[in-house]
């Protein structure tokens, strides 16, 4: 194995800085109007900074509880806190010198730069040691060319997903060292992060376990991989439970970390340590045996919350399902998205392809390494095609390669004299950072004037941030107001809302979807129950559209589109723009 220490005058950290802080000015010139307005990308975003505020304010680190959404019950949240953290110490931190809202502002914008950075650093450190230093920065620099990365890291950003993909870069990072046990435990440590952030990487951390478990078959001698990665990740799961979760609430949910998922991985953790510390055995008995550690952990599980062998999503009402769950696109596969997806998926694709090659030309222990890096990297695309938003897993891994044929691009360039072949090159690495602009600009020569009249919170016309705002001059209430727009009200206003898009909340979720779809006769009792003395809507946003096609004409979402309220709603004029609309519920 080549030795990185005889690398003398070597710097990877300048590029690796220099990428980041060239992608950081992109990204921030390119987001400078929502920065400068408040306009975050996701409804969850929005949310995640609220739940910050009221850990600043006084909420119990523990209390895990939105008060404000659904006050007639409580939402318990199944975010980790550790997502929270590094929000709270920029936050916190710089209050008493800025003030709360430039603080915020700072840290919206930092907290997300630094999860890139962080990946960054794991992307550059193995492009250095496998490659050279200039590979290491265009790795990087790739990074920010990558689409579904960058919209996970650009300010404004600050729900999870970004610290998810830090994880897993962090494990594969993990798994590129010296040392059997370290590095396992490092990838069980990563994991462990991302697990406990959000269940969405459990398929990850079972394709890592299968890596090393290869790793093992390949060579006894390194079976200890495997045996670090688990002990590692059983380990630090339950410390992460108990500094973030606490024991005041072990109520059995499907949808975050619980005392089963800690019991399944230790069992198959000591399962696995047992089998490590017999004599070599052949192969088949090795298979056998993890085989049995694992599915002693999943029987453990099963019969410890047996609801919980399908997906969190599986009992979701048929109700919330359809009208909701459907259309939350970053959910759904690559077949149900948009035709702009496909070239960031031919440029991921192409970075799979080039880790094949670099797999078939690597010798010694590049070879083997490749071939982990491979299996991985097909993991993850997998995934992806399944589950959109995990397609980000999949395009932190084609930094790399990307990295090295922008590298071979360079070298082309500086060989070749002739200014015709220099182009090519420029325009061939051009389309390799951004495969989407030829689509792009067909699609604006192509675009028709006419369009949807309804769009996303970024396309409204209802301003909806400032019109959120506005609400603060009324007396402090509960407002009814459709899923998507309830973070902004939270936000911006010191008003609760009876639901958001949050399926802990399904029964006050159901009750918004119910009463917008249903007739405003059927309507005003589920508004009088929730106790809301106002009733808002956005009327072009999608979610209202969804009510109107699918409630019809005779519906509440219909009539309030229209103009044409029931009697005991009574308008409510705050200055906003014509699509914000605010009704008082009168009292019977």
Not at 61 to 82: A, E, N, Y
Not at 454 to 459: L, R, Y
Request: charged share 15%.
């Amino acid at each position: 194995m080549e030795d990185r220490r005889l690398r003398a005058g070597e710097h990877p950290l300048r590029r690796i800085l220099a990428a980041w802080l060239l992608v950081c000015v992109l990204l921030v010139a390119v987001s400078m109007q929502n920065i400068l307005l408040g306009r975050f990308p996701d409804p969850d975003d929005v949310l995640r900074l609220v739940q910050v505020r009221d850990l600043l304010a006084g909420q119990s680190w523990f209390d895990l509880k939105q008060h404000r959404i659904d006050p007639t019950g409580t939402v318990p949240m199944h975010w980790s806190r550790l997502v929270d953290i590094p929000l709270l110490v920029v936050i916190g931190g710089l209050t008493p010198l800025l003030g709360q809202p430039l603080a915020e502002l700072v840290g919206v914008v930092l907290v997300p730069l630094l999860a890139l950075l962080v990946s960054m650093l794991f992307v550059g450190r193995m492009a250095w040691r496998l490659f050279d230093v200039e590979t290491a920065g265009l790795a990087c620099l790739a990074m920010g060319f990558l689409a579904l990365l960058v919209f996970q890291f650009q300010p404004l950003r600050i729900d999870h997903h970004g610290w998810q993909i830090c994880a897993v870069i962090g494990a594969m990072w993990a798994i590129n060292g010296r040392t059997g046990w370290k590095g396992g435990a490092l990838a069980g440590l990563a994991v462990a992060l991302g697990i406990a952030i959000s269940l969405e990487l459990l398929p990850i951390a079972a394709l890592f376990g299968a890596v090393l478990a290869l790793r093992w078959l390949r060579d006894a001698k390194q079976r200890f991989w495997l045996v670090g990665y688990l002990q590692s990740l059983a380990i630090s799961l339950a410390v992460i439970f108990a500094a973030t979760r606490g024991f005041a609430d072990l109520a059995l949910y499907c949808d975050a970390l619980t005392l089963p998922h800690i019991g399944f991985f230790a069992i198959a953790a000591g399962g696995v340590t047992a089998l490590s510390l017999l004599p070599r055995l052949p192969w088949p008995i090795v298979v056998v045996g993890l085989g049995m550690a694992g599915l002693a952990g999943i029987a453990a599980f099963g019969l410890a919350s047996p609801q919980c062998l399908r997906t969190p999503f599986g009992a979701l009402d048929p109700l919330l399902r359809d009208y909701w769950y459907a259309n939350v696109l970053e959910g759904r596969p690559i077949w149900d998205q948009p035709a702009l997806v496909y070239p960031q998926l031919l440029q991921i694709v192409g970075g799979f392809a080039i880790a094949i090659h670099l797999w078939r030309k690597a010798e010694g222990w590049k070879r083997g390494w490749w071939s982990d890096y491979v299996l991985v990297f097909a993991g993850t695309l997998l995934l992806g095609l399944f589950v959109w938003r995990s397609m980000a897993f999949a395009s932190v891994m084609a930094a790399l390669p990307l990295g090295y044929l922008l590298k071979r691009g360079l070298e082309a360039f500086r060989r070749m004299e002739r200014p015709l072949q220099r182009i090519g090159v420029i325009l061939g690495m051009a389309l390799v950072l951004i495969p989407s602009a030829p689509y792009l600009a067909a699609q604006r020569l192509l675009a028709s004037t006419g369009g949807s009249d309804v769009g996303g919170i970024g396309m409204s016309s209802c301003d909806l941030f400032d019109s959120a705002d506005a609400l603060g001059r009324l007396d402090t209430a509960t407002i009814f107001a459709p899923l998507d727009i309830g973070p902004a009200i939270l936000q911006r206003s010191p008003h609760a809302v009876v639901a958001t898009g949050h399926h802990r909340a399904e029964l006050a979720m159901k009750d918004v979807i119910t009463a917008f779809t249903g007739t405003p006769e059927d309507a005003r009792p589920i508004i009088e129950r929730h106790g809301a003395r106002y009733l808002v809507m956005c009327t072009d946003l999608v979610e209202p559209d969804i009510y109107v096609k699918r409630g019809g004409d005779g519906s509440l979402a219909s009539a309030l589109r229209d103009g044409t309220p029931p009697d005991w709603l009574e308008p409510v004029d705050l200055d906003t723009p014509e699509t914000f609309r605010i009704w008082r519920v009168r009292p019977e």
